[in-house]
């Protein structure tokens, strides 16, 4: 395996969404903590917000739910912690804006959701800035060691072929981006299907820009798991359009950018639905750290519907690094870096046990891999319900 990873960076990419306005990164801060003192602590959160694909608009409420809760708590050391939420508008050069911003701003870390992490992460990690709980989607995220990834894409893409085995599935197939990036994914896909024995996916790749999803539905027909490698928007029309061509095969998909109301848009079609993920699902509210993002999200004025898995993994990082920066004695990225890197396993609910020393050499001694256990959910009756007993799959060794 390549690090065309990109797989990763597929499940970024959508087929449509709005035009880019504007040339400067959109910032916005919010949630300072007016009653608190002292110089703020800043958190930057890189997401694409608008541009020529669907907007991440889940992750800035549940950074802001999180900010919004430590500084009622107190902050850190009495000061407020201060939240920029800078849009990249998924065009690399404002991404690297964006860091630079962080830089000049002297922020804490940064979190985040984009495709343009080769952009931003050399200019933070030169700046000894680590990045919290974001996705790598670029090879740059996945071998700095300033990258402090929970999860990953790559585990999540290779969590459907575990998912296609583990129900008995025989002939798996692949939907993914027509990108450079996007085409590798079949081999990450590969690595959850080869401890079942089972064929290599048929392939269909689907053009950015595709509207009429007919077409490729037909094309992989013959499959009865398919591996949706694809923004949300176009995974919607797909699984729509395989529904409408009377295709029930499963469809397996991260996890990470399906709210409820995604679901309750889908309605039928979503039904048999599998959801990969390393975090416990959103939906699962007995799971106190779950319960609490969705009390927290809700309070600073989210509806729940619109609640997400990344949503709860960057929400989960926000509150993390505020406690590991309350025990430090300078509060700045390279004392933070430090501490991640010495705290051993970090078992903090929601987000996924790691030890930020030990990587999975998955993909190279030093990838910034930790964890290769997934966990799913089906979609059932418009719900979202736990598949195999809820219990986490490790991907590389699923028995």
């Not at 964006?98 to 933070?124: E, H, W």
């Not at 009865?224 to 729509?240: I, K, M, W, Y």
């Not at 699962?284 to 989210?302: I, R, W």
């Not at 870096?337 to 050499?361: H, S």
């Amino acid at each position: 395996m390549t690090m065309g990873l990109a797989g990763a960076l597929a499940l970024t990419l959508v087929a449509c969404g709005s035009s880019s306005t504007g040339d400067t990164p959109k910032a916005v801060v919010t949630a300072t903590g007016s009653q608190l003192t002292g110089e703020p602590i800043k958190v930057m959160v890189i997401v694409p917000l608008s541009g020529p694909s669907e907007a991440f608009t889940d992750i800035p409420p549940a950074a802001k739910a999180a900010v919004a809760a430590i500084n009622k708590a107190g902050g850190v050391k009495g000061r407020p912690f201060e939240v920029t939420i800078c849009d990249d508008q998924f065009d690399p050069n404002k991404a690297a804006d964006c860091a630079t911003q962080a830089v000049s701003g002297k922020y804490l870390f940064a979190t985040g959701v984009s495709p343009n992490g080769d952009r931003y992460m050399p200019i933070l990690e030169k700046a000894k800035i680590p990045v919290v709980g974001a996705t790598p989607n670029s090879a740059s995220e996945l071998k700095s060691p300033y990258s402090y990834p929970f999860l990953s894409g790559v585990i999540e893409v290779a969590g459907g072929g575990t998912a296609c085995g583990k129900l008995g599935k025989k002939t798996p197939g692949v939907a993914v981006v027509d990108i450079a990036a996007g085409r590798n994914s079949a081999s990450l896909f590969d690595v959850g299907l080869k401890p079942y024995n089972l064929p290599a996916p048929k392939s269909v790749f689907i053009p950015p820009t595709a509207t009429d999803f007919t077409t490729y539905a037909a094309n992989i027909s013959s499959a009865d798991c398919v591996e949706a490698v694809l923004g949300g928007a176009s995974f919607e029309r797909l699984t729509q359009a395989m529904r409408q061509a009377g295709n029930n095969a499963t469809v397996a998909y991260g996890s990470g950018q399906v709210s409820q109301q995604r679901i309750d848009r889908l309605g039928a079609a979503a039904t048999g639905m599998v959801l990969v993920a390393q975090n416990p699902a959103v939906t699962d509210t007995t799971v106190p750290a779950v319960k609490k993002f969705h009390d927290e999200s809700v309070a600073y004025g989210t509806a729940e519907k619109e609640l997400t898995d990344e949503g709860l993994v960057i929400w989960g990082a926000t509150h993390l690094v505020a406690e590991l920066a309350a025990k430090l004695t300078t509060i700045d990225g390279e004392n933070l870096a430090q501490a991640l890197n010495a705290a051993g396993d970090i078992d903090y609910p929601p987000l996924t046990k790691v030890n930020f020393a030990k990587p999975v050499p998955l993909i190279s001694p030093d990838n910034r891999i930790f964890s290769t256990d997934v966990q799913f959910s089906e979609v059932k009756d418009g719900k979202r319900v736990p598949l195999f007993d809820g219990k986490a799959i490790n991907v590389l060794n699923p028995s």
